[in-house]
């Protein structure tokens, strides 16, 4: 593909990339987030509609965006909270959507309608934190019991996943998967220490007085950071995605000098560009014509994205929220879609997914995050500011 497809479809994508604040503004009754019209812009603009542009035209740069919305995600994780009783319900959480997708998907298969047990059982236990992030900051819901809960389920619904492709999806085998798994978390380990060096004080001097300046110091660095873990991730046979987000993870522990304006550079550059031009890619790579063919596809993988892996959450949390804040963990919990995107690609290279079931994930991915976090929000808005606190049981840890 030449450079002149590929600017012009960066020009389409960046059109729609700054038209969608303005149109959620004017939608903002309904409460439409950034990413719903992001989604559907993309639709509009891709190949099966509007012919603007096509996915592979923007594919590394989505990539990218894929890269910085995990890499923001772990970021925003505070791995105190597992060793409190958010972090434990969270992997309570899990472990009961597992085991309920395990039932729900060998019941499909039992009955002819799906052909890859394990990427649709993976699947169903998803949640999508980093699409959430930007929704959940915009709305002001990460303070309070709410946020505190809710960052170490999405956490756990996305790397355990993950986990779960390396190990039962990777080419090389099962044992193979095991062991780059191991041996990324142990690199990430290793790259967590690497910057006590950065403390001997000529070193620190550079850095501090380049963080600002024209250099970027800690900028570079986290970017260089990045897309080591990602090469690093795909050279292991791993999803990218793990290692972007252990290289959020890791940020968190080791980040230099003035960390409040590392994190709006990072905004800046992640939500300023490459996120959005990962969200207007999903809506472009959607596959319209087969979820027409069974919409009655979709429509069930969206409902048991709410089943199995949101009503897990309402009740677990009954001893910790109250019922409108368990109603809102149930909906951001179910919240699914770049890890089904990674599930789809995945079982339809090895040829296991139907594809008519690899469209019906993406597609019910898609409506879980136009429907779900704006249901969230409302019912967050419906709230009197004043009230919020008599709602909220004590915290339990």
Request: some cysteine.
């Given at each position: 593909?030449?450079?002149?497809t590929?600017?012009?479809?960066?020009?389409?994508?960046s059109?729609?990339s700054?038209a969608?604040?303005?149109?959620?503004?004017?939608?903002?009754?309904?409460?439409?987030?950034?990413?719903?019209?992001?989604?559907?812009?993309?639709?509009?603009?891709?190949?099966?509609?509007?012919g603007?542009a096509?996915?592979?035209s923007?594919?590394?740069v989505?990539n990218?965006?894929?890269?910085?919305?995990?890499l923001?995600?772990?970021y925003?994780?505070e791995?105190?909270?597992?060793?409190?009783?958010s972090?434990?319900?969270?992997?309570?959480?899990?472990t009961?959507?597992?085991?309920?997708s395990?039932g729900?998907t060998?019941?499909?298969?039992?009955?002819g309608?799906?052909?890859?047990?394990?990427?649709?059982a993976?699947?169903?236990t998803?949640?999508?934190?980093?699409?959430?992030?930007?929704?959940?900051?915009?709305?002001?819901?990460?303070?309070?019991p709410?946020?505190?809960?809710?960052?170490?389920?999405?956490?756990v619904?996305?790397?355990?996943?993950?986990?779960?492709?390396a190990?039962?999806?990777g080419?090389e085998?099962?044992?193979?998967?095991?062991?780059?798994?191991?041996?990324?978390?142990?690199?990430?380990?290793?790259?967590?220490?690497?910057?006590r060096?950065?403390?001997?004080?000529r070193?620190?001097?550079?850095?501090?007085?380049?963080e600002?300046?024209?250099?970027?110091?800690?900028?570079?660095?986290?970017?260089m950071?990045?897309f080591g873990?990602?090469v690093?991730a795909?050279?292991?046979?791993?999803?990218?995605?793990l290692?972007?987000?252990?290289a959020?993870?890791?940020?968190?522990?080791?980040?230099p000098?003035?960390v409040?304006?590392?994190?709006?550079k990072?905004?800046?550059?992640g939500?300023?560009?490459?996120?959005?031009?990962?969200?207007?890619s999903?809506?472009?790579?959607?596959?319209?014509?087969?979820?027409?063919?069974?919409?009655l596809?979709?429509?069930?993988?969206?409902?048991l994205?709410?089943a199995?892996?949101?009503?897990?959450s309402?009740v677990l949390?009954?001893r910790?929220?109250?019922?409108?804040?368990?109603?809102?963990?149930?909906?951001?919990?179910?919240?699914?879609?770049?890890?089904?995107?990674?599930?789809?690609?995945?079982?339809?290279d090895?040829?296991?997914?139907?594809?008519e079931?690899a469209a019906?994930?993406?597609g019910?991915?898609?409506?879980s995050?136009m429907?779900?976090?704006?249901?969230?929000?409302?019912?967050?808005?419906?709230t009197?500011?004043?009230?919020?606190g008599d709602?909220e049981p004590?915290?339990r840890?």
């Amino acid at each position: 593909m030449d450079v002149e497809t590929q600017l012009q479809a960066l020009l389409v994508v960046s059109v729609v990339s700054v038209a969608a604040p303005f149109v959620s503004a004017l939608l903002a009754r309904l409460l439409v987030p950034q990413v719903v019209v992001l989604i559907a812009g993309g639709v509009l603009i891709g190949p099966q509609v509007g012919g603007l542009a096509e996915p592979e035209s923007v594919e590394l740069v989505a990539n990218v965006g894929l890269g910085f919305l995990f890499l923001l995600a772990g970021y925003e994780l505070e791995l105190d909270h597992f060793r409190e009783r958010s972090g434990r319900l969270a992997i309570a959480g899990w472990t009961v959507s597992a085991v309920l997708s395990i039932g729900v998907t060998g019941a499909l298969a039992a009955a002819g309608l799906v052909n890859a047990f394990v990427p649709v059982a993976l699947a169903l236990t998803t949640t999508a934190l980093g699409t959430l992030l930007p929704i959940l900051r915009d709305n002001d819901m990460l303070d309070g019991p709410l946020g505190r809960f809710i960052m170490p389920a999405g956490a756990v619904g996305e790397f355990l996943p993950i986990a779960g492709i390396a190990i039962f999806l990777g080419s090389e085998g099962r044992l193979v998967g095991l062991i780059s798994l191991v041996a990324m978390c142990a690199v990430a380990l290793v790259l967590a220490w690497l910057p006590r060096l950065g403390r001997l004080p000529r070193i620190e001097a550079i850095s501090r007085k380049g963080e600002h300046a024209t250099s970027q110091i800690t900028l570079r660095l986290t970017l260089m950071l990045l897309f080591g873990l990602l090469v690093l991730a795909s050279d292991v046979g791993l999803d990218v995605v793990l290692g972007a987000f252990l290289a959020g993870v890791i940020l968190r522990h080791w980040a230099p000098g003035d960390v409040a304006a590392l994190e709006e550079k990072l905004d800046a550059v992640g939500y300023g560009f490459f996120i959005p031009v990962f969200f207007v890619s999903s809506g472009m790579s959607l596959d319209l014509a087969s979820i027409r063919e069974a919409p009655l596809r979709l429509v069930a993988f969206f409902v048991l994205l709410l089943a199995v892996r949101g009503l897990p959450s309402f009740v677990l949390y009954r001893r910790d929220l109250a019922v409108r804040q368990r109603v809102q963990m149930m909906l951001l919990t179910a919240t699914s879609l770049p890890l089904l995107v990674a599930l789809a690609t995945v079982g339809l290279d090895t040829g296991h997914m139907l594809p008519e079931n690899a469209a019906a994930l993406i597609g019910a991915g898609v409506l879980s995050v136009m429907f779900f976090p704006g249901l969230a929000v409302a019912l967050d808005r419906s709230t009197p500011q004043r009230h919020r606190g008599d709602e909220e049981p004590p915290d339990r840890r």
